[in-house]
């Protein structure tokens, strides 16, 4: 079977940092991605780790370990525009199987 | 313009009513896929379609149906709508080549509403 779970919510301040965590248990691993959706938006696309390390870009960055089933996305020097859920997938032999999504409230 | 469209954006219903909803894209990739969204459910995969002669069942295919008219449309039908298919439902498309492939290129969703 599938399982990934991430945090159901999380808030954090403004100016601050944020670790969004991801576990997972499939039964093949071929790419991890992150996506952002705001509420009532489509999902955009952020990141991609297909290999074990940390993958940067700009105040976003996804790290990935492949023996541990786990990942996170990192969000710097938070915004309030940054307030949305943050959604975790991964591709094993099929289509995304995605997690339920982390709302993240971000905080003045 | 909008390189995955999807029509219409609302539409609300009644049980036992035949429903349409439809996907364009403009993004050339041959991977086309339909999910529904439902609070505190995540996104659910309902089908899925690698190429214009190919078409397959995901999570929920259940009371739905899919027409893939051209490598660029792809249509989901409710035959019977029933109010617990109340949701949003998104279409997406990927290429299954590059450097992050099979990353899904999501539509603004239809709200569609059952009553």
Redesign the interface.
């Known amino acids: 079977g599938q399982n990934i779970d991430q945090p159901t919510e999380m808030t954090a301040t403004e100016g601050a940092i944020v670790q969004i965590n991801c576990t997972y248990q499939t039964s093949g691993f071929n790419?991890l991605?992150w996506y952002q959706q705001h509420a009532?938006?489509?999902?955009?696309?952020l990141s991609?780790n297909v290999l074990d390390g940390l993958e940067e870009k700009g105040r976003f960055s996804s790290f990935l370990s492949r023996s541990k089933g786990y990942s996170y996305l990192l969000l710097k020097e938070l915004q309030m525009k940054d307030s949305a859920s943050y959604?975790c997938a991964v591709?094993d032999n099929t289509?995304?199987?995605?997690?339920?999504?982390t709302r993240l409230s971000v905080i003045a | 313009d909008a390189d995955v469209t999807q029509t219409p954006r609302n539409r609300i219903t009644k049980t036992g009513k035949r429903i349409m909803l439809e996907c364009s894209q403009t993004k050339g990739h041959d991977r086309m896929y339909w999910y529904r969204q439902d609070p505190g459910l995540g996104l659910r995969l309902i089908y899925y379609s690698f190429d214009v002669k190919d078409i397959n069942k995901g999570e929920i295919s259940d009371g739905y149906s899919v027409s893939r008219q051209a490598q660029a449309k792809f249509s989901l039908s409710l035959e019977s709508a029933i109010p617990n298919q109340t949701a949003l439902y998104f279409c997406a498309t990927s290429d299954k080549d590059g450097d992050a492939a099979d990353t899904q290129y999501f539509g603004p969703g239809t709200r569609l509403t059952v009553l």
Do not use: D, N, Q, S
């Not at chain 1, 289509?95 to 999504?101: A, E, H, I, N, T």
């Open positions: 790419g991605f009532g938006e489509a999902p955009t696309f991609y959604l591709r289509p995304l199987v995605f997690g339920k999504g």
